[in-house]
């Protein structure tokens, strides 16, 4: 039974560091540098983006001991066992949001539109008002 708790203690060591390596990956992504870029001067004025950053993630561990007779009629002895395993994953999703203006008649915020995403709002809601009056029009048939 030592041999198990020491591999069980080796796979928890194992499974901390490499969480704690993959929350460190991704605080590494949210950095106020991401957000905000590298200034651009053109002219007198100075462009800086601004960016809306998204970062996500998940994992899962476990793992057991066990140990018991064998079952009638098996071969196999009696025995102890153990096992452990995780996984995990993470993402980051980075999009320029606003541009800030420094120029000497003053500073201004200048919004990036996103048409692309206007656009797949703008259908979401017509197919979700169409599919609304598709119901109301069959429930007032009945």
Not at 85 to 105: E, Y
Not at 120 to 142: H, P
Request: avoid cysteine.
């Amino acid at each position: 039974m030592a041999n198990i708790a020491e591999n069980w203690s080796r796979i928890q060591t194992k499974n901390q560091e490499e969480t704690a390596s993959l929350v460190q990956r991704l605080f590494d992504v949210a950095r106020p540098q991401a957000v905000y870029g590298e200034p651009i001067t053109v002219g007198e004025q100075v462009v800086i983006t601004a960016s809306e950053v998204t970062v996500a993630m998940g994992m899962g561990f476990g793992g057991g001991l066990g140990s018991g007779a064998r079952a009638e009629g098996d071969e196999v002895p009696d025995g102890e066992g153990g096992g452990g395993g995780g996984g995990g994953g993470g993402t980051s999703f980075a999009r320029p949001v606003a541009a800030v203006v420094v120029s000497p008649q003053g500073v201004w915020v200048e919004p990036i539109v996103d048409v692309t995403k206007l656009g797949l709002a703008l259908f979401t809601m017509l197919v979700s008002m169409w599919m609304f009056w598709s119901r109301m029009r069959r429930a007032s048939r009945e």
